[in-house]
């Protein structure tokens, strides 16, 4: 079993929607928890970021995390074509000096016009 | 924009040779990491940098291998390239302390023939 697991899609859907994405994880000593929007062909960009359990909003998008289920959520409202990406989740441990994310592979996201 | 620079953007070598990734951290970030991706996976941990030493590193054999400056850019290294390590190379930063995020640069993508 995978640390970190994500459904890779694709995921399509109407602009307007509201998108879930979702990841599970095995690890319980995860404590800081991150969702990445990745462009086709470019870097990373960091979107949410959560310490522990409880939800978070940020304009349209939406991070909860749940460690009992260890399970974690982006919701995003009113869905765009240029959200079109692939978002990865990514979690750390605290503390750890390594301080490497583990990531998920990805959910590839499409919303059509 | 994250203020992360890499170079160069694209790469073609041969199995065998040897090549010289480099970044550019983000202004006042000590850390750096390093993160192999391939094709629709997410990002592999392949080592952190941090004060000019190797505090963390991931599943990656010794041909693999990096600096930190003083200026706390960075390279990697790797030895008698293989087919396997055709993939996008990111450089991540971060700033020291409790701040867990990692601000991800562009990438280099290369392709080993």
């Known amino acids: 079993q995978k640390e970190v697991e994500q459904d890779p899609g694709p995921l399509s859907v109407p602009e307007g929607a509201i998108v879930s994405l979702n990841c599970t994880y095995s690890n319980s000593a995860f404590q800081y928890f991150m969702w990445y929007r990745q462009y086709s062909r470019k870097g990373p960009e960091l979107l949410m970021y959560t310490y522990s359990s409880g939800n978070k909003e940020d304009g349209r998008f939406t991070a909860q995390v749940d460690k009992s289920s260890k399970y974690i959520s982006l919701f995003i409202r009113d869905s765009q074509p240029s959200d079109s990406a692939t978002y990865l989740c990514?979690?750390?441990?605290?503390?750890?000096?390594?301080?490497?994310?583990?990531f998920g592979k990805g959910t590839k996201l499409s919303v059509k016009p | 924009e994250t203020g992360v620079t890499q170079s160069p953007t694209h790469l073609i070598k041969t199995r065998g040779q040897q090549v010289t990734l480099r970044c550019s951290s983000q202004s006042g970030h000590n850390t750096v990491s390093w993160y192999q991706q391939a094709l629709g996976q997410g990002p592999q941990f392949i080592f952190q940098y941090y004060r000019e030493e190797e505090n963390g590193r991931g599943n990656f054999p010794p041909r693999f291998s990096g600096l930190q400056f003083p200026n706390y850019s960075s390279e990697l290294n790797v030895n008698a390239l293989e087919l396997d390590d055709s993939a996008l190379y990111l450089c991540a930063s971060k700033g020291g302390g409790h701040q867990e995020t990692q601000y991800f640069g562009p990438g280099t993508r290369l392709l080993v023939l």
């Open positions: 990514a979690m750390i441990i605290s503390g750890g000096s390594q301080g490497n994310l583990i």
